[in-house]
T-cell receptor, first 113, second 115 residues
Framework: SQQGEEDPQALSIQEGENATMNCSYK?????LQWYRQNSGRGLVHLIL?????REKHSGRLRVTLDTSKKSSSLLITASRAADTASYFC?????????????FGTGTRLQVTL | EPEVTQTPSHQVTQMGQEVILRCVPI?????FYWYRQILGQKVEFLVS????????KSEIFDDQFSVERPDGSNFTLKIRSTKLEDSAMYFC?????????????FGSGTRLTVV
């Protein structure tokens, strides 16, 4: 698998349900970030979790990180139709100046009324 | 909230032509990036830029590509002689720190179509 692979590739849920997306990666990281992309639009930074953190919350978002398994999950609680978008994890390796992001393949989330 | 601004939002060009994609990063950011996303594929890193020079570039960023920060506000990506496979969404991003401690801010992208 490639650095930063999400599963499922697509997820369809009803409004009010929770959505869980998973991300796996291969190499050591400094931090892992989740981004959201509405169709044909730019990427919006959602949350960042550092390699020494295990869980982080931001509003309805909960991110976990398991460095031993090289995996992360993003949980969106009480989903809304407006959460419909693609969600990407992106890893930052241990590196120096101007660290680049390596993106995963993304999960397309559809939230229906 | 501060934004990264990209222009144009959509550009159509003929194969072999030069294009310049423009970006205005967030004013107090020091680290600048270009990424691209071919339709239906992953977002791919192209180049990072700091202190008026390229920090890192990917294999995609060959001699046909160049970046410039001509003044204190703009950050441009030039493709010298476009190919059909250059058709993609190009995203500019900027960051306050190089370690991405706070995440990066992306622009809305320029959709480049090469015909």
């Amino acid at each position: 698998s490639q650095q930063g692979e999400e599963d499922p590739q697509a997820l369809s849920i009803q409004e009010g349900e929770n959505a869980t997306m998973n991300c796996s990666y291969k190499t050591s990281i400094n931090n892992l970030q989740w981004y959201r992309q509405n169709s044909g639009r730019g990427l919006v930074h959602l949350i960042l979790i550092r390699s020494n953190e295990r869980e982080k919350h931001s509003g309805r978002l909960r991110v976990t990180l398991d460095t031993s398994k090289k995996s992360s999950s993003l949980l969106i609680t009480a989903s809304r139709a407006a959460d419909t978008a693609s969600y990407f994890c992106a890893t930052v390796p241990y590196t120096g100046t101007a660290s680049k992001l390596t993106f995963g393949t993304g999960t397309r989330l559809q939230v229906t009324l | 909230e501060p934004e990264v601004t990209q222009t144009p939002s959509h550009q159509v060009t003929q194969m072999g032509q030069e294009v310049i994609l423009r970006c205005v990063p967030i004013s107090n950011h020091l680290y600048f990036y270009w990424y691209r996303q071919i339709l239906g594929q992953k977002v791919e890193f192209l180049v990072s830029f700091y202190n008026n020079e390229i920090s890192e570039k990917s294999e995609i960023f060959d001699d046909q590509f160049s970046v410039e920060r001509p003044d204190g506000s703009n950050f441009t990506l030039k493709i010298r002689s476009t190919k059909l496979e250059d058709s993609a969404m190009y995203f500019c991003a900027s960051g306050q720190t190089g370690s991405s401690r706070y995440g990066y801010t992306f622009g809305s992208g320029t959709r480049l179509t090469v015909v």
